[in-house]
């Protein structure tokens, strides 16, 4: 153990885990080094939906009501079948009174952590462009070796460092990695004029067989044209399709057919916003990463490099604030005589966040082929018993905790009220957007 003041954390990758986690250390007193391989916080990708969990985290962040402000209020998720039947019904009220979620871009997303970040410019120091190659761990230090952004070989040492560079991370401990694996499904998305066809405050998604799925997220706005509200749209594909997808106008008419047989209202609206050559497809590849442990000694992973899974729940951005929250919960736990002490940090991390993450992780794992495979007889099964499921009161309930990102196990949860209580002040309340 060696005393707290003179304690310098490096976070490797600079997405939600990693900068919620230097705010969060930061807070604490710590000296904290931001690791980034990119040269410029450039985020790409769809938008993604922040459920109540992780809103919780940015209360406790003190950021909420900023991110409100850009952000979608989401009040529930409604997945429709091809017949028209809802097959999945599910309202964050029916897991707490004043429960929301929040759809919000990528780029906002960041600009609202990097803005927490900004305010404590004295404890934490950024090196973009910086490449870790390699961490090498002795009983005093962490060493940290690479390329600068120059490209020249660069080599410091730290007190502790935590691994947040994502799902394809080659630094977390091998020894640590049970399962890493790419899913052979993953999804296409655009980013569009907000959708005024369906409700505003839900997230849509349309099902055939477990072959089709779409999703229209409310996503908010980017900080740069906060008038301009959007939504995502997601279209569910073999990751070998993705190269093909859209490229040409007669694929695109095919498409827009495949869900005008299905989903006409939802057709005429996309042939509206995705005639436009600013129309640009992605393709968003989901990997699987399971571990046995998150942490030991002085090295610590944390988000999808700790825990990647399917988006089949919505769980990814989620349970990286919830990793953060827990680290800098763990970090408090550990003080000893203003000393921290290592294996009491991990120890009390893994109590918070292993149950939790193997929850989600094998409820995706089950649920995943259910939506993304070419198993006939299970979407067969699911559009069978999901409906009924809905009926029944205790499992609507069930359900509604689950996608809420509070459950640590089939029959426990969190608490809004203990995640979101201030740092350095008594509960603030459940405020929601």
């Given at each position: 153990?060696?005393?707290?003041k003179?304690?310098?954390?490096?976070?490797?990758?600079?997405?939600?885990?990693?900068?919620?986690?230097?705010?969060?250390?930061?807070?604490?007193?710590?000296?904290?080094?931001?690791?980034?391989?990119?040269?410029?916080?450039?985020?790409?990708g769809?938008?993604?939906l922040?459920?109540?969990?992780?809103?919780?985290?940015?209360?406790?962040?003190?950021?909420l009501?900023?991110?409100?402000?850009?952000?979608?209020?989401?009040?529930?998720?409604?997945?429709q079948?091809?017949?028209?039947?809802?097959?999945?019904?599910?309202?964050?009220?029916?897991?707490?009174?004043?429960?929301?979620g929040?759809?919000?871009?990528?780029?906002?997303?960041?600009?609202?952590?990097?803005?927490?970040v900004?305010?404590?410019?004295?404890?934490?120091?950024?090196?973009?462009?910086?490449?870790?190659?390699?961490?090498?761990?002795?009983p005093?230090?962490?060493?940290?070796?690479?390329?600068?952004?120059?490209?020249?070989?660069?080599?410091?040492?730290?007190?502790?460092?935590?691994?947040?560079?994502?799902?394809?991370?080659?630094?977390?401990?091998?020894?640590?990695?049970?399962?890493?694996?790419?899913?052979?499904?993953?999804?296409?998305?655009?980013?569009?004029?907000e959708?005024?066809?369906?409700?505003?405050?839900?997230?849509?998604?349309?099902?055939?067989?477990?072959?089709?799925?779409m999703g229209?997220?409310?996503?908010?706005?980017?900080?740069?044209?906060?008038?301009q509200?959007?939504?995502?749209?997601?279209?569910?594909?073999?990751?070998?399709?993705?190269?093909?997808?859209?490229?040409?106008?007669?694929?695109?008419?095919?498409?827009l057919?495949?869900?005008?047989?299905?989903?006409?209202?939802?057709?005429?609206?996309?042939?509206?916003?995705?005639?436009?050559a600013?129309?640009t497809w992605?393709?968003?590849?989901?990997?699987?990463?399971?571990?046995?442990?998150?942490?030991?000694?002085?090295?610590?992973?944390?988000?999808?490099?700790?825990?990647a899974?399917?988006?089949?729940?919505?769980?990814?951005?989620?349970?990286?604030?919830?990793?953060?929250?827990?680290?800098?919960?763990?970090?408090?736990?550990?003080?000893?005589?203003?000393?921290l002490?290592?294996?009491?940090?991990?120890?009390?991390?893994?109590?918070?966040?292993?149950s939790?993450?193997?929850?989600?992780?094998?409820?995706s794992?089950?649920?995943?082929?259910?939506?993304?495979?070419?198993?006939?007889?299970?979407?067969?099964?699911r559009?069978?018993?999901?409906?009924?499921?809905?009926?029944?009161?205790?499992?609507?309930?069930q359900?509604?905790i689950?996608?809420?990102?509070?459950k640590?196990?089939?029959?426990?949860?969190?608490?809004?009220?203990?995640?979101?209580q201030?740092?350095?002040?008594?509960?603030?309340?459940?405020?929601?957007?």
């Amino acid at each position: 153990m060696i005393p707290i003041k003179t304690i310098h954390f490096a976070i490797i990758g600079a997405g939600t885990a990693g900068l919620a986690t230097a705010t969060l250390l930061a807070q604490q007193g710590f000296q904290v080094s931001i690791f980034e391989k990119a040269q410029h916080l450039e985020p790409v990708g769809a938008g993604l939906l922040l459920q109540p969990a992780g809103l919780a985290v940015f209360e406790h962040l003190g950021v909420l009501e900023h991110a409100c402000q850009l952000g979608a209020k989401v009040t529930g998720l409604e997945g429709q079948l091809a017949d028209g039947r809802l097959l999945v019904d599910s309202h964050y009220h029916e897991a707490g009174n004043h429960y929301t979620g929040l759809g919000i871009h990528r780029a906002t997303l960041c600009h609202v952590l990097q803005t927490a970040v900004n305010q404590h410019r004295d404890a934490i120091t950024w090196f973009m462009g910086y490449d870790i190659q390699q961490l090498q761990e002795s009983p005093e230090q962490v060493r940290l070796i690479g390329q600068d952004a120059q490209q020249q070989p660069f080599d410091a040492a730290f007190d502790a460092v935590i691994v947040a560079n994502g799902a394809r991370s080659q630094l977390r401990p091998s020894a640590w990695v049970k399962i890493d694996q790419p899913y052979p499904w993953g999804a296409a998305w655009t980013i569009v004029p907000e959708c005024q066809q369906f409700d505003r405050e839900i997230l849509h998604q349309f099902y055939d067989t477990s072959q089709i799925m779409m999703g229209i997220l409310p996503t908010g706005a980017i900080p740069t044209a906060s008038e301009q509200r959007l939504s995502s749209v997601f279209w569910s594909l073999p990751s070998a399709q993705f190269p093909h997808f859209l490229k040409q106008e007669q694929q695109r008419e095919l498409w827009l057919s495949q869900v005008s047989k299905r989903w006409g209202k939802a057709a005429d609206w996309l042939e509206q916003v995705t005639q436009t050559a600013s129309t640009t497809w992605l393709s968003a590849q989901y990997r699987d990463v399971v571990m046995s442990q998150y942490g030991q000694g002085r090295i610590g992973v944390i988000g999808d490099a700790a825990h990647a899974m399917s988006p089949q729940l919505g769980q990814g951005a989620n349970m990286a604030l919830l990793d953060a929250w827990a680290l800098s919960q763990s970090v408090q736990h550990s003080y000893a005589q203003q000393q921290l002490g290592w294996a009491k940090l991990w120890q009390h991390y893994h109590q918070l966040r292993r149950s939790s993450t193997f929850f989600y992780q094998s409820l995706s794992r089950l649920l995943t082929p259910l939506y993304q495979s070419d198993l006939r007889w299970a979407s067969r099964m699911r559009d069978v018993l999901f409906p009924l499921m809905y009926r029944i009161p205790y499992f609507r309930r069930q359900m509604a905790i689950t996608i809420s990102g509070f459950k640590t196990n089939a029959l426990q949860q969190l608490n809004y009220a203990e995640i979101a209580q201030s740092p350095i002040a008594p509960v603030l309340g459940s405020a929601k957007c």
